[in-house]
């Protein structure tokens, strides 16, 4: 059975950090780039980060670059979002994403994030 399972997510101060980690299993984990997403209230989901296969090259969207980090952990089939500097625009619904080169796409189920004073 396949799986994506967040955790880490909580509330959190402006400013303060929080680490995220989607543990995969049940498919070839090495086959797949994983991503982050979010979905903010009362916005479209989107692409918050993502990193390659082998975990040589990161992308992130504009408005966390500086703050946010996305790593992978091939030997414990686990991709992390260590998000540092929170503002409360953060808060969100994060979405761990896997997508192979060929073939199917999976999602977690998401975990929340609350950034608030």
């Known amino acids: 059975q396949v799986q994506l399972v967040e955790s880490g997510g909580g509330s959190v101060q402006p400013g303060g950090s929080l680490r995220l980690s989607c543990a995969a299993s049940?498919?070839?984990?090495?086959?797949?780039?994983l991503s982050w997403y979010r979905q903010q209230p009362g916005k479209e989901r989107e692409l918050v980060a993502a990193?390659?296969?082998?975990?040589?090259?990161?992308t992130y969207t504009d408005a966390v670059k500086g703050r946010f980090t996305i790593s992978r952990d091939n030997a414990k089939n686990t991709v992390y979002l260590q998000m540092n500097s929170l503002k409360p625009e953060d808060t969100a619904v994060y979405y761990c994403?896997?997508?192979?080169?060929?073939?199917?796409?999976?999602w977690g189920q998401g975990t929340q994030v609350t950034v608030s004073s």
């Open positions: 994403y896997a997508r192979p080169l060929y073939g199917r796409e999976y």
């Open positions: 990193i390659t296969r082998a975990g040589r090259t990161t």
């Open positions: 049940g498919f070839t984990f090495t086959g797949y780039a």
